[in-house]
């Protein structure tokens, strides 16, 4: 989603896009069974030029009522219903493990160009949900847009799946050559880890909302023990973060599960 709402300048600590440590789960103050199930779930394989990633991290207002974050929750998830929307889905992350932000919630969709992204924007019901259902809710927004580098598998995100998002800020004056090398040693994760199974790494195209944060990336896995498994991988974690740590001013990294639709009946 777009937003256009003032963000913080809160300075973000630095740690890795696979740092293993364990952080104490967000405190979300929605509960999943009164989330309703929406994802879009289309299996054609695309190129690079054909997708475009956008995700918006929320942090939601300490006193915000439970039930308005599951109506917010809810009303981002009916958006996948809009004609240039290839996948949505929204939702509680699982953790946020960058200690200078303190992020609650996520949207992350797909669309086939810039284009279809912007027309998404501007639509009467996105600016609806929007002005009704999260701007009330939030203290803070950080929102991130890419073209992968390249892009395999299914254009969906099938419920059930973990996510680690990752979001890097480089230090500034980097040259192209440094800006390579990090985008190198982010997209070369899937070989190290296998249980990635699909992973899209870009540059952001959206700099005033993205807190200055210019590299993202999503690696998707089959569930939550597929992601955890990366804890008895810290060797592996450790080589990848000395690649980059020296080109790099901040982290963010988030832990995030797509709902199954048996969530509605829990």
């Known amino acids: 989603m777009m937003l256009g709402v ?42 690079a030029e054909q997708i475009v990633e956008h995700v918006v991290l929320f942090k939601a207002k300490p006193d915000a009522d439970p039930s308005n974050l599951t109506a917010m929750v809810n009303n981002l998830n009916s958006l ?14 699982i953790r946020d493990r960058s200690s200078s932000f303190s992020f ?17 924007s501007a639509h009467p019901d996105h600016v609806s949900v929007v002005k009704q259902y999260v701007l009330p ?3 803070d927004i950080m929102a991130v847009d ?6 395999y598998g299914p254009t969906g995100v099938p419920p059930g799946s973990a996510m680690r998002l990752t979001f890097l800020k480089l230090k500034e004056n980097l040259g192209e050559n440094e800006k390579s ?28 909302r993205a807190k200055g944060f210019s590299i993202a990336s999503i690696a998707v896995f089959k569930g939550v023990d597929e992601l955890e498994a990366l804890e008895s ?16 001013d901040g982290v963010v990294v988030v832990d995030y599960t797509v709902l199954p639709t048996q969530s509605a009946s829990l």
Not at 80 to 93: A, F, I, K
Not at 146 to 151: A, N
Not at 184 to 197: N, P, T
């Open 6 to 47: 003032k963000t913080s300048a809160t300075a973000v600590a630095c740690s890795h896009f696979l740092s293993p440590r364990a952080f104490p789960p967000t405190a979300v103050a929605v509960t999943l069974r009164h989330l309703k199930p929406y994802y879009s779930y289309r299996s054609i394989k695309m190129s």
């Open 104 to 120: 609650t919630h996520l949207l992350h969709s797909r669309y086939k160009s810039k284009s279809d992204l912007a027309d998404y």
């Open 80 to 93: 996948t219903s809009l004609n240039q929307v290839v996948h949505l889905s929204s939702g509680p992350l």
């Open 146 to 151: 890419w073209i992968p580098i390249e892009f």
């Open 233 to 248: 991988q810290k060797e592996l974690a450790n080589e990848q973060k000395e690649k980059v740590k020296d080109f790099l």
């Open 181 to 208: 090398q990090v985008l190198s040693a982010v997209g070369g994760i899937k070989e190290k880890f296998s249980g990635i199974e699909q992973l899209t790494v870009g540059e952001n195209f959206s700099p005033g």
């Open 137 to 139: 809710m939030v203290d």
